[in-house]
């Protein structure tokens, strides 16, 4: 049972009973219990009374005792303080004056010390002109070293400004003596006579201006080697160059270092200015304007560069001086570096200028020419993505974009030479022929053409793809030295970004292909038309033949006429000639195929897959497509005249039956409305009306 819960703030009886009983069935026993403890209660409270009752006189003794101590300590500490207050009382004169003491003996020293600095300024004044005039170097620098000792001194004499400039006269003065020496010293690398000279110009604050000499003298000789070595090709002088440079700094890195505290700032500082005077820029520009292969002399000229900074940056210890030599080192080839995409472009203007894509005697020679001009392009593009991740990661796009231009005049130089190809081909109406060769010879040479452009444009994809691989594969190389200059960044943001989401998934030619479609698809034109010229030229003027209006009586005999069975043998000499470009594997003529857009000719639809059989039906539906327009220009059918028509229809059908390419509507509806009685031509279903109406005007009588 729980009698703690007596002395909860918060207790309640109702709920401690009802607690109690479900532990203790019989409530007898629990107000016995609670009785029992109620008197134990009490027993401890009456000893505790006791206790406490026991113990009050001797707590009463402590207290008073505790009293009497507190009253003793407060009348002593009252005695203490009245002591202090009479000791600050009686010293307060006698320590006033003590001060006031001080403060003058004070005085008196500082006016004594001024007083003997003032006295030693005018001895040093007087000794300083003789020392001058026995040259006593080191003697003139301690005088000096003394006189701005004592003039320190002197700040508030209203004659310092005068000082000032005395000292400082006499500064320029010892400056002036000691310049030739310093200059000779340092053509000849005296150590000693450096070391005494640095810590004379040292001692009148003028360090700077000795280093001034230090630059100057080695700047004026380095400048005079560079003018010995002009007269020749930059390419040749530079490494020279270069090459003394990197030898003046080892040098003097080894001389300076007895010499001058801060000796590797000051030799860094030496090569930049060598650097700078030279105005290496006039030279690399003039060399860069004049070299027939800018990109090839531009990657010579960096490389002989970079070798140099490598060199002359190495075991440099702060990065501080390695970004100046290195700023001041790439300074004049950063405007050719951030043109890179422009040096490409010019190099390959050059190549587009210099191919030789004309028109020749024969077609099998202009073709032949073409192909030997585009396997040239392709080479030529080829250098230049190496040479960029050669000479700098960082203008890659430039170059793409480069190449795309040089593609783009390419293929206007293709287009111009096929536009040339029709005329002397004659395919157009109203032109004439001006090649004098064999008509299946023309026709070869038109396939060659169309295969040669399938050939490119299978070498730019494989070219795109080499190109990514070697992008992705390739390390930066020396350009870890240019990573650090800031001029990258005055290149446009397309170049970081391709070179960052560069993948193998990455069509880096895209636009490249797809301009090759342009001349793909004037190629196959050229074919198609090649032979449509001589279906053209067979079915001329036969809408006048005089069969058409034979009359009943005639001898007449229903067999094809020699323009449909000249056309029909024609047609099947196609695939002859077409077997020596499919007999094997073609992919160069496969991929232009694919890449034509038969939807362009009559009868064939967008989703016509290129290939030979598209190429023959293509033909055929365009003979058809022409034959149509014969047909419906005849002007009159006599009976015989229809029966001759259909012969023909159904012989052409024939043929095209032979080369398993489907009939043309038209054809079939011609053919339909030919054998049909004239007076149920109206009736037939299925017929455009326009041609029903026209079949229908030709079969009727006069």
């Given at each position: 049972?729980?009698?703690?819960?007596?002395?909860?703030?918060?207790?309640?009886?109702?709920?401690?009973?009802?607690?109690?009983?479900?532990?203790?069935?019989?409530?007898?026993?629990?107000?016995?219990?609670?009785?029992?403890?109620?008197?134990?209660?009490?027993?401890?409270?009456?000893?505790?009374?006791?206790?406490?009752?026991?113990?009050?006189?001797?707590?009463?003794?402590?207290?008073?005792?505790?009293?009497?101590?507190?009253?003793?300590?407060?009348?002593?500490?009252?005695?203490?303080?009245?002591?202090?207050?009479?000791?600050?009382?009686d010293t307060a004169e006698s320590m006033s004056c003590v001060v006031e003491l001080d403060r003058v003996k004070s005085r008196m020293i500082s006016t004594e010390r001024?007083?003997?600095?003032?006295?030693?300024?005018?001895?040093?004044?007087?000794?300083?002109?003789?020392?001058?005039?026995?040259?006593?170097?080191?003697?003139?620098?301690?005088?000096?070293?003394?006189?701005?000792?004592?003039?320190?001194?002197?700040?508030?004499?209203?004659?310092?400004?005068?000082?000032?400039?005395?000292?400082?006269?006499?500064?320029?003065?010892?400056?002036?003596?000691?310049?030739?020496?310093?200059?000779?010293?340092?053509?000849?690398?005296?150590?000693?006579?450096?070391?005494?000279?640095?810590?004379?110009?040292?001692?009148?604050?003028?360090?700077?201006?000795?280093?001034?000499?230090?630059?100057?003298?080695?700047?004026?000789?380095?400048?005079?080697?560079?003018?010995?070595?002009?007269?020749?090709?930059?390419?040749?002088?530079?490494?020279?160059?270069?090459?003394?440079?990197?030898?003046?700094?080892?040098?003097?890195?080894?001389?300076?270092?007895?010499?001058?505290?801060?000796?590797?700032?000051?030799?860094?500082?030496?090569?930049?200015?060598?650097?700078?005077?030279?105005?290496?820029?006039?030279?690399?520009?003039?060399?860069?304007?004049?070299?027939?292969?800018?990109?090839?002399?531009?990657?010579?000229?960096?490389?002989?560069?970079?070798?140099?900074?490598?060199?002359?940056?190495?075991?440099?210890?702060?990065?501080?001086?390695?970004?100046?030599?290195?700023?001041?080192?790439?300074?004049?080839?950063?405007?050719?570096?951030?043109?890179?995409?422009?040096?490409?472009?010019?190099?390959?203007?050059?190549?587009?200028?210099?191919?030789?894509?004309?028109?020749?005697?024969?077609?099998?020679?202009?073709?032949?020419?073409?192909?030997?001009?585009?396997?040239?392009?392709?080479?030529?593009?080829?250098?230049?993505?190496?040479?960029?991740?050669?000479?700098?990661?960082?203008?890659?796009?430039?170059?793409?974009?480069?190449?795309?231009?040089?593609?783009?005049?390419?293929?206007?130089?293709?287009?111009?030479?096929?536009?040339?190809?029709?005329?002397?081909?004659?395919?157009?109406?109203?032109?004439?022929?001006?090649?004098?060769?064999?008509?299946?010879?023309?026709?070869?040479?038109?396939?060659?053409?169309?295969?040669?452009?399938?050939?490119?444009?299978?070498?730019?994809?494989?070219?795109?793809?080499?190109?990514?691989?070697?992008?992705?594969?390739?390390?930066?190389?020396?350009?870890?030295?240019?990573?650090?200059?800031?001029?990258?960044?005055?290149?446009?943001?397309?170049?970081?970004?391709?070179?960052?989401?560069?993948?193998?998934?990455?069509?880096?030619?895209?636009?490249?292909?797809?301009?090759?479609?342009?001349?793909?698809?004037?190629?196959?034109?050229?074919?198609?038309?090649?032979?449509?010229?001589?279906?053209?030229?067979?079915?001329?003027?036969?809408?006048?033949?005089?069969?058409?209006?034979?009359?009943?009586?005639?001898?007449?005999?229903?067999?094809?006429?020699?323009?449909?069975?000249?056309?029909?043998?024609?047609?099947?000499?196609?695939?002859?000639?077409?077997?020596?470009?499919?007999?094997?594997?073609?992919?160069?003529?496969?991929?232009?195929?694919?890449?034509?857009?038969?939807?362009?000719?009559?009868?064939?639809?967008?989703?016509?897959?290129?290939?030979?059989?598209?190429?023959?039906?293509?033909?055929?539906?365009?003979?058809?497509?022409?034959?149509?327009?014969?047909?419906?220009?005849?002007?009159?059918?006599?009976?015989?005249?229809?029966?001759?028509?259909?012969?023909?229809?159904?012989?052409?059908?024939?043929?095209?039956?032979?080369?398993?390419?489907?009939?043309?509507?038209?054809?079939?509806?011609?053919?339909?409305?030919?054998?049909?009685?004239?007076?149920?031509?109206?009736?037939?279903?299925?017929?455009?009306?326009?041609?029903?109406?026209?079949?229908?005007?030709?079969?009727?009588?006069?």
């Amino acid at each position: 049972m729980d009698y703690s819960k007596f002395c909860d703030d918060d207790f309640d009886l109702n709920c401690w009973l009802n607690n109690a009983l479900e532990v203790e069935q019989n409530p007898n026993t629990l107000v016995m219990k609670l009785q029992l403890m109620m008197q134990e209660v009490n027993s401890n409270l009456e000893e505790s009374s006791m206790a406490l009752l026991s113990d009050i006189p001797r707590v009463v003794t402590e207290l008073h005792g505790l009293n009497n101590e507190a009253v003793l300590l407060k009348n002593q500490m009252t005695l203490i303080r009245n002591d202090i207050n009479k000791v600050q009382q009686d010293t307060a004169e006698s320590m006033s004056c003590v001060v006031e003491l001080d403060r003058v003996k004070s005085r008196m020293i500082s006016t004594e010390r001024r007083l003997k600095q003032a006295d030693k300024w005018c001895i040093l004044n007087d000794q300083i002109d003789t020392l001058f005039e026995e040259q006593d170097v080191d003697a003139i620098s301690n005088k000096l070293d003394e006189m701005r000792d004592a003039l320190s001194a002197l700040v508030n004499l209203p004659d310092y400004e005068t000082r000032c400039d005395r000292l400082s006269n006499l500064s320029n003065r010892l400056e002036a003596m000691l310049s030739p020496r310093l200059i000779a010293a340092f053509n000849s690398d005296s150590t000693e006579e450096a070391i005494l000279y640095y810590r004379v110009f040292n001692g009148m604050n003028r360090r700077n201006e000795m280093y001034n000499y230090y630059y100057r003298t080695h700047r004026t000789a380095f400048h005079k080697y560079f003018l010995s070595l002009r007269g020749g090709s930059l390419e040749e002088w530079l490494p020279k160059l270069y090459q003394r440079l990197t030898e003046l700094k080892h040098d003097q890195m080894s001389w300076t270092g007895g010499v001058f505290e801060d000796h590797t700032t000051v030799v860094i500082s030496l090569i930049s200015q060598c650097l700078e005077g030279l105005d290496l820029l006039a030279d690399i520009n003039s060399h860069m304007s004049d070299a027939s292969k800018p990109v090839h002399t531009l990657r010579t000229l960096l490389n002989v560069t970079t070798r140099f900074a490598k060199s002359i940056t190495k075991d440099l210890p702060g990065s501080e001086g390695r970004e100046q030599l290195l700023r001041v080192t790439f300074a004049p080839l950063s405007k050719h570096l951030l043109s890179f995409g422009d040096k490409v472009k010019s190099s390959l203007l050059r190549d587009i200028h210099s191919l030789p894509m004309r028109l020749r005697k024969t077609s099998s020679e202009c073709v032949s020419e073409l192909h030997a001009s585009t396997k040239m392009v392709v080479d030529h593009v080829s250098e230049y993505i190496p040479l960029c991740l050669e000479c700098t990661r960082y203008a890659l796009s430039d170059t793409v974009s480069a190449i795309e231009f040089y593609f783009d005049l390419l293929v206007e130089k293709i287009c111009t030479l096929i536009k040339d190809l029709r005329a002397a081909f004659g395919v157009d109406p109203g032109t004439t022929q001006r090649l004098q060769e064999d008509h299946w010879v023309g026709f070869q040479s038109c396939f060659n053409l169309l295969q040669v452009l399938g050939e490119c444009y299978l070498n730019i994809q494989q070219l795109e793809t080499q190109t990514v691989n070697t992008i992705l594969t390739s390390t930066p190389g020396d350009n870890d030295v240019l990573s650090s200059l800031q001029f990258w960044s005055e290149l446009s943001p397309d170049n970081a970004s391709l070179l960052s989401s560069l993948s193998s998934e990455t069509e880096l030619f895209k636009k490249c292909r797809a301009m090759f479609s342009r001349p793909i698809n004037l190629a196959n034109k050229l074919c198609v038309d090649f032979v449509m010229c001589s279906v053209r030229t067979t079915v001329h003027g036969v809408h006048l033949n005089k069969e058409w209006q034979s009359e009943e009586g005639a001898v007449f005999t229903p067999s094809p006429l020699s323009y449909i069975t000249q056309l029909g043998d024609y047609l099947l000499l196609l695939p002859q000639q077409l077997e020596p470009f499919f007999a094997e594997e073609n992919t160069p003529l496969d991929t232009a195929l694919k890449q034509v857009d038969f939807s362009q000719f009559p009868g064939m639809t967008d989703d016509v897959e290129g290939d030979a059989f598209a190429w023959l039906t293509c033909i055929c539906q365009s003979t058809m497509f022409s034959l149509v327009e014969v047909i419906l220009r005849i002007p009159s059918l006599t009976g015989p005249g229809c029966k001759q028509l259909c012969s023909d229809v159904s012989y052409i059908s024939n043929v095209m039956g032979a080369l398993e390419i489907p009939l043309s509507r038209d054809i079939t509806d011609i053919s339909r409305l030919l054998n049909t009685p004239v007076e149920g031509v109206e009736g037939v279903e299925g017929v455009p009306k326009y041609l029903k109406g026209k079949i229908a005007a030709m079969r009727r009588p006069n």
